[in-house]
T-cell receptor, first 111, second 116 residues
């Protein structure tokens, strides 16, 4: 599985958009980009995933560059409850695929 | 969305005892479950992949005789930490995937194990 690079930490003001970048320059053509988050002392929570098109759901938007070497997770109106570690992972979609977790980005949403 | 329930959320035990952690998929059948371990300020490390009705596949460096995994039904997998020692103290997390074709994983809430 390809590796990803994320900034270790970011800050965001409550109510503003949080844009979390991820570099995955060695991604293969059939690897998906997944985003999860982990609030302190809890299990990770799935946010969104995509292959090549931009995606949006009730939680966030995922923007993938045309060359697929990087992506951005957008939380449109961050709240204090969005304070968490955000993980960007690239992986194949096989049944027994393993997710390789990096250190993610620690997002602090400030009042 | 699918729900994965993990119990207990926190356990404190004496060194040398065994601890069992349960992971249940509440509204779907999980043919595959995963067990992770996470140390403070570190990322999740995959310990093993558990397939229903067969032996678990352990990652390199994970002792299968120490971390016993049982996946006897499509909705339940258990992790037993045998003869626990203080260095086994960690946050243990399970996850499961629906077999119907969805590709995201659903996670339990985690178990904080403290071995005294």
């Amino acid at each position: 599985d390809a590796k990803t690079t994320q900034p270790p930490s970011m800050d965001c003001a409550e109510g503003r958009a949080a844009n979390l970048p991820c570099n995955h320059s060695t991604i293969s053509g059939n690897e998906y980009v997944y985003w999860y988050r982990q609030i302190h002392s809890q299990g990770p929570q799935y946010i969104i995933h995509g292959l090549k098109n931009n995606e949006t759901n009730e939680m966030a938007s995922l923007i993938i560059t045309e060359d697929r070497k990087s992506s951005t997770l957008i939380l449109p109106h961050a709240t204090l409850r969005d304070t968490a570690v955000y993980y960007c992972i690239v992986s194949y979609a096989g049944n027994n695929r393993k997710l390789i977790w990096g250190l993610g980005t620690s997002l602090a949403v400030n009042p | 969305g699918a729900v994965v329930s993990q119990h207990p959320s926190r356990v404190i035990c004496k060194s040398g005892t065994s601890v069992k952690i349960e992971c249940r998929s509440l509204d779907f059948q999980a043919t595959t479950m995963f067990w992770y371990r996470q140390f403070p300020k570190k990322s999740l490390m995959l310990m093993a992949t558990s397939n229903e009705g067969s032996k678990a596949t352990y990652e390199q460096g994970v002792e299968k005789d120490k971390f016993l995994i049982n996946h006897a039904s499509l909705t339940l997998s258990t992790l037993t930490v045998t003869s626990a020692h203080p260095e086994d103290s960690s946050f243990y997390i399970c996850s499961a995937r629906e077999p119907s074709g969805t590709i995201e994983l659903f996670f339990g809430s985690g178990t904080q194990l403290s071995v005294l």
